[in-house]
């Protein structure tokens, strides 16, 4: 198993994430990537989302925590905090923000789009849910 950090950054109603291509095709994921052995957390997800996406982040809170287990043997636990852009007048590539209901944020891993997006608009919890397996193993 490993373990992730991802940020969920909102500005304007618009959800920054990051863009990868796997086998090929582009993937929408929240930005954030594995811990590595010995950091902090928390310095974790600054480095991740300073290489992603150049931006200095401030975490805030833990907002969700979700394990991916899924095809090709992965078994990731993510840990998702809330997170600000250390300088709010930073510019941000138009290509990074989408609109919390847009249908390409469907496909964003891991896949808990509708769950941000609810979030948002109701007032972020105070409280870390555990939201279990996101993404399941197709069976045999």
């Known amino acids: 198993m490993r373990v992730k950090v ?37 310095d974790a997800l600054i480095r991740e989302v300073k290489e992603e996406l150049g931006l200095e982040i401030v975490p805030d809170r833990l907002l969700y925590v979700a394990e991916v287990v899924g095809v090709y043997r992965v078994h990731d636990l993510n840990l998702i905090w809330l997170a600000a852009v250390r300088d709010g007048d930073t510019t ?11 249908p390409s944020l469907q496909s964003m891993m891991p896949p808990i789009a509708d769950l941000i997006a609810a979030d948002a608009a109701a007032g972020w919890p105070t ?12 069976r045999d």
């Open 6 to 42: 991802r940020a969920v950054l909102v500005r304007d109603g618009k959800l920054l994430v990051s863009r990868e291509r796997r086998r090929g095709r582009e993937h929408i994921l929240l930005p954030g990537g594995r811990v590595r052995d010995g950091e902090a957390i928390n």
């Open 92 to 102: 941000i590539d138009e290509r990074a923000l989408i609109e919390l209901d847009a």
């Open 127 to 138: 409280c870390p849910r555990w939201l279990g397996n996101v993404r399941r193993a197709p």
